[in-house]
């Protein structure tokens, strides 16, 4: 299998080996999540110009000897998002976003949708570090659930089908549940039911408002949607 591969990927995470090399956690569209090693990176600055750092955008090309670890050998900048980087909110989103990815999903599992989604956010985060709100980092966990197949029942009782009373939240049910099944979750206001459902269907660049209190339960619901069916702990959004 030794060759060249050619491909995007977005830099996950970035971790110093030895004394001049990287590895990097990658994320691809084909071939999903990948670790690279770079070599020399700290002595031949301008191979690499300080490219290979989390966030970037990259096209890559990779060698693929006998390891399992590729090898970096030429990388060219698409995005490299630098205001998002002078942006503490913005740099905090970035870094959610990145690891929610990374951990999500395992190597070679690919999914295109999820990379443009990472791409999409990473993009909107550097155009406007601004919108690194609460609202837009629960509006792509959301997405994000969606694109791996596990996005939460929002338009009936996920344990009876009942389309009235929808009064609370289920992570171990799937979705909103009404008055008889809510017993199995939580409480959940009509205004946290109407930011999941707007947030889902909307653009991530028009992530409809909340009250905070509201937000607080749907950030309950994306996290508990996460454990049960992605079996994935993530800390809450504030
Ligand atoms: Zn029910």
Do not use: W
Request: charged share 20%; aromatic share 6%; proline share 4%.
């Amino acid at each position: 299998m030794a060759g060249s591969l050619k491909t995007e990927a977005i830099v996950l995470r970035s971790m110093r080996y030895g004394e001049a090399d990287r590895i990097l956690h990658l994320f691809t569209p084909e071939r999903g999540r990948l670790s690279a090693i770079a070599k020399g990176v700290r002595r031949a600055k301008t191979r690499f110009g300080g490219r290979l750092e989390p966030y970037f955008r990259l096209q890559l090309v990779l060698y693929q000897g006998r390891s399992d670890l590729l090898t970096v050998t030429s990388a060219e900048t698409i995005a490299g998002h630098p205001r998002l980087r002078e942006h503490g909110a913005a740099l905090d989103g970035a870094a959610r976003a990145c690891d929610a990815v990374g951990r999500m999903f395992d190597d070679h599992d690919a999914h295109a949708g999820v990379y443009h989604l990472l791409a999409n956010q990473l993009a909107l985060l550097d155009a406007d570090p601004g919108r690194a709100t609460r609202g837009n980092a629960l509006a792509f966990r959301l997405k994000l659930l969606l694109a791996a197949g596990f996005a939460p029942q929002l338009a009936a009782c996920a344990g009876c089908g009942e389309g009235d009373h929808l009064v609370g939240f289920s992570g171990a049910a799937g979705g909103v549940v009404c008055s008889a099944c809510e017993a199995t979750g939580f409480a959940l206001s009509q205004d946290a039911h109407d930011f999941l459902v707007g947030a889902l269907a909307r653009p991530l660049a028009e992530t409809p408002d909340a009250p905070p209190r509201a937000l607080a339960q749907a950030d309950r619901a994306i996290l508990d949607t996460l454990e049960h069916h992605a079996n994935l702990r993530l800390r809450a959004t504030a």
